[in-house]
């Protein structure tokens, strides 16, 4: 079944996922971030084959460029690369990849079973900047001006989280001299 | 290789064969690891498959409306990796662990 | 895609190439050169002529360099940083009119790799990268000087990246295209961008001073207080590829400016021209001299103004920047309103 496919998309698909599992079993956190841009770079190439050029540019500045610099400014600002985690017995790891190969499964016979209904239909140019705006601003305006509101809300809520509180300080560090 | 060609070769059920295993992946990495800052990160890989699956959908059936979901799917994930940090970071602070099993002081 | 294309695209990127790194060696001797003028010395005046070879001299240096990789650092990422710093830097260019067509063999060959219909967001895309070959190797060092640099980097760059985001939404609300040659036709003669934006241009400039790690924003590398920034461990060509892709950050944000805002290849009185090669070379040529004052411009701002404290940074980013492109944007969107539609 895979013999017929176009080499670009196998190769691609293959270094999706094995970056991918890269970044679930790897120990250092770094590594992970890193292993995770790269899958966003290959489901980006996805994208173009997709002919969704607009999702393609818009997906790495959002993704590559600021999410997961966000991981790795906290990763370096903690300092977290060095600490190990804790290992597990290998009892998790057989539950968790019991579940989700189960999880594969089902979704996989699931969609055997019910066959193909989709109907193949391509027309060029939906993923270009002038016909995805059009459909954004038109059709899907309130919720497009309701995730700035979202937006809004998670900046003023990340702020005041990252925002150390004089008083709670010093009451820690009342506790820390008291004992 | 044109590009249109890749329409021609690939069946849709491929896409969803693929998006599917990662989405599994995504869903490992968040049952076996402990690391929050490593689970934020399989939550939004599993995002991301999801959203591989909607550009796939959109663009085989010649619809937008599926890229524009992915466009509010990134949005949503934004917001989520920035609140998610901010309390990441405070949470180490007042504990010095970012491991998610220690967060359980609250059992009786 | 016919191979004569092929073939043509391939030379021009090789060409292209060539002359991006040929500027960025020859931009080492100029800022050299600026540095002395402004400090009233002579500067490097011994190599050849004028000191004109003196960049080939610094850079057979720092090939024959003894290479370093220190024992605690990560290997692998320590090479990978300077790469991905040097790629990074070199593939904008791609999307950047030089000018609009010379023909040369009977071939109509257009001066711009790609023309891509969403360029802006393409060179977004390539500045919102360009973090990680610093944060890369200032982490993979190993080493707490440049960690402390790779940190204030990637929290420089993420906060200039939103104004420079939002000063080019400005220029796109108004010429209604995200492709860099619209926006260079658009803006025939002397009818540049810049008239019309003039706010927006002062804070893009910034931006590219900031997301440039040039001074005053060269917090990353501040000698004063971080011996060197990101690159303390490395030596030779690993070093080299850092300052070069400075230099290069330089030369192609100089390019998107004059691109964006001064008119691109255009120049008044360019319809008199009826010869296309001509055409063709005082286009480029234009936009060369367009280049390199701006270039000029940055190395003037590194020699006369003394570098920001951190926190002078972070609040002219996010207090008085972030809120002017805002401002911009709304007023932008305001004018462009009443001139579609009227009140």
């Given amino acids: ?179 | 290789m044109s590009i249109l060609s890749v329409f021609n070769q690939v069946e849709i059920s491929h896409y969803i064969y693929l998006s599917t295993v990662l989405f599994s992946i995504g869903l490992f990495g968040v049952l076996f690891r402990r690391n929050a800052i490593i689970l934020l990160m399989c939550i939004e890989l599993m995002l991301n498959a999801v959203n591989l699956l909607f550009t796939a959908f959109s663009s085989y059936m010649g619809d937008a409306d599926g890229q524009i979901f992915v466009f509010f799917i990134m949005v949503v994930a934004a917001a989520e990796a920035a609140v998610g940090l901010a309390i990441l970071v405070l949470v180490y602070r007042n504990t010095r662990k970012t491991d998610v099993s220690f967060l359980d002081q609250l059992k009786g | 895609m016919d191979s004569a294309l092929f073939l043509e695209k391939l030379i021009l990127i090789v060409v292209i190439l060539a002359i991006t790194l040929v500027m960025a060696l020859y931009f080492t001797f100029g800022e050299r050169k600026i540095a002395a003028f402004f400090q009233d010395r002579l500067g490097p005046n011994r190599v050849g002529p004028f000191g004109l070879l003196q960049p080939f001299a610094d850079g057979g240096k720092l090939l024959f360099k003894e290479e370093i990789i220190p024992k605690n650092a990560e290997k692998w990422l320590f090479i990978l940083g300077p790469g991905i710093a040097m790629i990074v830097a070199t593939i904008t260019s791609a999307v950047i009119p030089w000018g609009t067509s010379l023909p040369i063999f009977g071939r109509d060959v257009q001066l711009q790799v790609a023309d891509v219909n969403i360029g802006v967001l393409y060179i977004m895309g390539i500045v919102s990268i360009g973090v990680y070959g610093i944060m890369i190797g200032g982490w993979a060092s190993n080493n707490k000087y440049s960690l402390y640099g790779a940190i204030r980097a990637s929290a420089q760059m993420i906060s200039y990246e939103l104004s420079m985001g939002l000063a080019l939404i400005a220029v796109v609300m108004m010429s209604g295209t995200l492709s860099l040659r619209e926006m260079v036709e658009q803006q025939v003669g002397l009818n540049w961008n810049v008239w019309y934006q003039p706010l927006g241009f002062i804070l893009f400039l910034t931006c590219a001073l900031a997301e440039c790690n040039r001074a005053p924003f060269d917090l990353a590398e501040c000698e004063t207080e971080l011996i060197g920034g990101y690159h303390v461990e490395y030596s030779s060509m690993k070093l080299g590829f850092y300052l070069f892709s400075e230099y290069i950050n330089m030369f192609i944000s100089s390019a998107v400016m004059a691109c964006v805002y001064f008119g691109g290849y255009n120049f008044p009185g360019m319809h008199l021209i009826s010869d296309p090669m001509i055409l063709g070379i005082a286009q480029v040529a234009v936009m060369f001299a367009k280049i390199f004052f701006f270039v000029f411009l940055f190395m003037w701002i590194r020699w006369t103004l003394p570098r920001f404290r951190y926190d002078q940074l972070m609040r002219l980013g996010w207090k008085a920047m972030i809120p002017l492109a805002l401002l911009n944007m709304l007023a932008t969107g305001a004018v462009s309103l009443f001139n579609s539609q009227g009140f």
């Fill in chain 1, 1 to 179: 079944m895979l013999q017929n496919l176009p080499i670009p998309f196998l190769v691609l698909s293959f270094l999706t996922i094995l970056s991918a599992l890269y970044v679930v079993t790897s120990k250092n956190p770094v590594h992970s971030v890193l292993a995770l841009i790269f899958t966003f770079f290959t489901i980006s190439a996805h994208y173009v084959l997709l002919n969704a050029q607009f999702l393609a540019v818009v997906n790495l500045i959002v993704y590559a460029g600021a999410i997961m610099v966000l991981f790795l400014f906290v990763l370096m600002l903690l300092n977290l690369s060095k600490e190990s985690e804790p290992v597990k017995s290998n009892w998790w790891g057989i539950a968790a990849a019991i579940s989700a190969g189960s999880l594969l499964l089902i979704i996989t016979a699931a969609f055997q079973v019910s066959g193909e209904a989709v109907a193949k239909n391509p027309v060029e140019g939906i993923g270009l900047v002038k016909a995805l705006g059009k459909v954004l601003f038109t059709r899907f305006v309130v919720p497009f001006e309701l995730t700035g509101i979202l937006f809004l809300a998670a900046m003023v809520g990340a702020v005041l989280l990252g925002k150390r509180e004089k008083a709670v300080d010093a009451l820690i560090s009342k506790e820390e001299s008291n004992g």
